[in-house]
């Protein structure tokens, strides 16, 4: 059987939360982008894009990469602003942070994320807004 108390221990200890947080964030936003967009890109693509069998994997597969990266991207740019800021005001982790924390840590990470004129992050706009 395998001994998982070092690794729940290691978890437990507040110093690493911040980080912890911050990997889980980035799978959540790999994993998440690849649930949402494949099964939009497949279809669209089938429906509506000429080509051949190939071509047609070659963009499904290439928007939901682009989309898998940037979400994975935004949280890992949102929550180390969110922390910077957090360091920075000498908030401690169990603190209440103000909510403009949030909202410059959003506008950072959507501008350098999302800054770019493409169909995959137009569509990212219209959700957002």
């Given amino acids: ?3 998982l108390s070092h690794l729940t221990t290691l978890i437990n200890v507040p110093d690493y939360h911040f ?3 911050l990997l889980k964030g980035f799978r959540n936003g790999i994993v998440y982008g690849c649930k949402v967009r494949f099964p939009h890109s497949l279809v669209m693509t089938t429906l509506f894009k000429d080509g051949t069998v190939s071509e ?3 963009t499904i597969l290439k928007a939901t990469k682009r989309h898998a990266r940037n979400l994975a991207l935004m949280v890992f740019i949102f929550k180390t602003s ?3 800021q957090r360091k920075v005001g000498g908030i401690a982790a169990f603190e209440r942070a103000p909510e403009w924390f949030t909202l410059i840590s959003g506008a950072l990470a959507g501008y350098f994320v999302f800054g770019t004129d493409n169909p995959v992050d137009q569509q990212v706009y219209l959700v957002i807004f």
């Fill in 1 to 3: 059987m395998l001994d």
């Fill in 19 to 21: 980080l912890f947080s």
């Fill in 56 to 58: 047609k994997i070659l």
């Fill in 82 to 84: 969110h922390w910077a």
